[in-house]
């Protein structure tokens, strides 16, 4: 049974958990996740916990923020005009959409919060400025 190297295709398990100890991701009952080592798909420091890794291996890896997705930036949340949403779509607390920037790129976004003239957006990650944990089982080497 080798080790895990970059390069490698794995499966993985994983549970991804708030400093509260809340899931906010889990493969659990589900398919494990496929994932090429070195491709950064995922986190980095999780693709680099995987590396030397046996299967049937756990680890819990401490992620910190700025390795994770980073901080929370205050000039990304933007209140505007209620008139900037298409019309077909009626805004809610929570619902994630596209916006177009003024550079024409595209962004994902939250709303946030909604008045009768505004809507507030955010287009930090839902998971930028926290500290996260993953408890991480190395399935197979493919």
Do not use: C, W
């Amino acid at each position: 049974m080798g080790q895990a190297k970059s390069g490698d295709t794995v499966l993985i398990h994983y549970t991804g958990k708030l400093e509260d100890g809340s899931i906010f991701e889990t493969s659990k009952d589900q398919e494990p996740l496929l994932l090429t080592i070195g491709q950064n798909k995922t986190i980095q420091v999780l693709e680099d916990a995987i590396v030397g890794m046996k299967p049937g291996e756990i680890k819990t890896l401490k992620i910190m923020a700025i390795d994770a997705y980073g901080p929370y930036h205050k000039e990304l949340v933007k209140t505007v005009s209620r008139s900037v949403i298409d019309k077909g779509i009626e805004p809610k607390v929570g619902q994630k959409l596209e916006a177009t920037r003024i550079d024409g790129r595209k962004v994902s976004v939250t709303i946030k919060n909604i008045s009768e003239k505004s809507v507030t957006f955010d287009a930090n990650h839902p998971l930028a400025g926290q500290d996260l944990t993953f408890d991480v089982q190395l399935m197979e080497i493919v």
